[in-house]
């Protein structure tokens, strides 16, 4: 038989086995309920934490009115009460919390009180509120009407960015840095999980055929290389069809989530973007998986039995790791030192690169050499793996990784 055609056959195989296993079709299932929880929280959470608002008491020792600002909610309740009703009431259930609003010296002072410890998200909305009531305060002591403190609390400046450098191009808007942002923090997440789901497949299904021997008897017929490619590209479509099924997915779960609120707000972030910039996101998305299968392969022929395939994944999670934390620093600023440099390392630029190149304003060259870095690693590991394979898929030994290599060296050597 050709050795195209025993390779078509080992891949649709190993599709075939994946494809419909359980753990396939348990995790897209649990991805798909996660994604939905995610689009539906707001649903989720009515239905969950639904009841009657909390009641909080307002004791105004002020001249101003702060009914305007304090208004009820859905979450929240507000009754005007003397002071002396509140410590009992507080006590005895009534009220959740309680605000005393005085005045220090021209400013608002604002108590806060509670029968148990509030929790953080109560203390961070209660905050925000009684600073809202404090800046009204303010300006009521100037004597400001209501139309003039509005317009006070909602003028923004019209802010235009020009750069005077005629060589460079115009620079991106605060809105389209924050959509690369975002986007590519869901494509770090995405290479991180991918990466240990799949690079943790490949390594123990290389490893687990190795230790029962299975691999001597189909290495007799078939070629050590044809075995590795089949291996790698069969796990390749495997992620390729999870990721078409959960992306798929997402895009349904978003038109008709929420009315189709959230679909507009996808669409303005996508509108905000190039469509050069999506192909840089699928390109560096999928080389880096590919180039994190082709050591799993490699890794999964070190090892002896598949008990090991823990230990030899340790330094590719470890790389994953590093990117994914380079890249959440990068979002609050994505234009340092640590975020150019870890932009080029192939290891970790599938997922710092998007994040500089849809959040800075970047020469046109540097995505360019940093994607070429990336395509020629993954050539360099696919032809060294494939000669390192074809030496340790049949050598068995003990000890670490390098104890392991020098070994394939002594006996194939």
């Known amino acids: 038989m050709p050795a195209l055609s025993k390779f078509m056959v080992l891949v649709k195989k190993l599709y075939k086995q994946k494809f419909t296993s359980k753990s396939f079709i348990l995790t897209t299932l649990l991805y798909l309920v996660v994604l939905a929880g995610i689009m539906y929280w707001s649903e989720i959470k009515e239905l969950i934490f639904s009841g009657d608002a909390d009641t909080i008491a307002v004791v105004n020792e002020t001249n101003f009115d702060v009914s305007q600002v304090l208004q009820d909610t859905d979450d929240y309740q507000y009754e005007y009460v003397a002071s002396s009703e509140v410590a009992d009431k507080l006590k005895d259930g009534d009220y959740y919390a309680a605000f005393t609003l005085s005045d220090a010296d021209g400013k608002l002072a604002a108590k806060v009180e509670s029968y148990d410890p509030l929790p953080l998200n109560d203390q961070q909305t209660y905050q925000g509120v009684l600073s809202q009531v404090g800046q009204m305060y303010a300006m009521s002591q100037l004597d400001l009407s209501t139309e003039q403190q509005q317009l ?188 150019k440099v870890f932009s080029y390392i192939p290891f970790t630029s599938g997922m710092v690169m998007p994040m500089r190149l849809g959040a800075t304003d970047m020469n046109a060259v540097e995505p360019i050499v940093s994607f070429v870095v990336l395509a020629g690693t993954v050539l360099a590991l696919y032809f060294i793996s494939l000669s390192f394979y074809k030496r340790s898929v049949l050598t068995y030994s003990s000890g670490g990784i390098i104890e392991k290599m020098k070994t394939v060296f002594k006996v194939t050597t």
């Open 152 to 339: 006070l609390l909602s003028s923004e400046p019209m802010i235009t960015l020009n750069s005077i450098n005629e060589a460079a191009e115009d620079g991106k808007s605060a809105e389209e840095k924050m959509a690369g942002v975002w986007i590519s923090y869901a494509i770090g997440i995405i290479i991180y999980i991918f990466v240990a789901t799949y690079l943790s497949m490949i390594t123990t299904d290389v490893a687990s055929e190795k230790g029962s021997r299975a691999l001597e008897m189909l290495l007799v017929s078939v070629k050590p290389e044809v075995h590795f490619r089949s291996k790698i590209v069969g796990v390749f479509l495997v992620a390729l069809t999870q990721f078409v099924v959960l992306f798929g997915g997402l895009l349904l779960l978003l038109r008709f989530s929420d009315g189709g609120n959230k679909w507009s707000i996808v669409t303005n972030l996508l509108d905000s973007m190039s469509i050069g910039y999506f192909l840089y996101v699928i390109g560096f998305l999928f080389l880096t998986i590919f180039m994190y299968l082709i050591i799993g392969a490699l890794f999964g022929s070190l090892v002896s039995k598949v008990e090991e395939a823990g230990q030899v994944m340790m330094p590719a999670m470890m790389l994953t790791l590093v990117g994914f934390y380079v890249m959440l620093t990068g979002m609050g600023n994505p234009d340092t030192m640590l975020i």
